[in-house]
């Protein structure tokens, strides 16, 4: 009898996880981490869409789909102007072997507009290697990092 319901509860805690599971790829699209990406000068190997270019990671980690943006300050307004750039679609490492994420070092990525505003954004027009790319985080984003990927105590 008490095997039975050991068995029980291993398979409804094994049943629990897989449901976890399966709704963290559900919304692994939604989730966007936080990331710092320094841009090498003399690296831009593409200056308007797609964007190619190496990058260093100071901070975070940097995905395939993370939405990307620059922060440049106004020159006139006293806010800081955010230009979205698009999302990452490639990374890769210096050997040229594709990855879909990195955390630290030097990689190359390529980023791709998804609308018109951020199909027209151009390295040394509307932002210079001295700006830092940072990843566009949502609320939304932000509510599915804590609900599906925070580490639990």
Avoid: W
Avoid at 28 to 37: D, G, H, I, Q, R
Avoid at 56 to 63: F, I, S
Avoid at 82 to 99: A, E, F, W
Avoid at 135 to 148: F, H, W
Wanted: hydrophobic share 35%; with cysteine; charged share 30%.
């Amino acid at each position: 009898m008490a095997d039975t319901v050991y068995k029980l509860v291993d398979s409804y805690i094994d049943h629990i996880e897989k449901l976890k599971e399966e709704k963290k790829q559900q919304y692994a699209a939604e989730a966007v981490f936080p990331c710092t990406l320094k841009i090498l000068p003399n690296r831009v190997y593409h200056s308007k869409d797609p964007i190619v270019c190496d990058v260093e990671v100071l901070e975070g980690a940097v995905k395939v789909g993370t939405p990307i943006c620059v922060c440049v300050p106004s020159k006139d307004r006293g806010a800081d102007i955010v230009h979205g750039l698009g999302r990452i679609s490639s990374i890769k490492t210096s050997s040229g072997m594709q990855i879909d994420y990195a955390k630290k070092g030097v990689v190359s990525i390529k980023i791709i507009g998804e609308n018109p505003q951020e199909k027209s954004r151009l390295y040394g027009r509307h932002f210079t290697a001295s700006n830092e790319l940072l990843s566009q985080i949502s609320r939304r984003s932000i509510d599915v990092l804590k609900e599906y990927y925070r580490a639990r105590r």
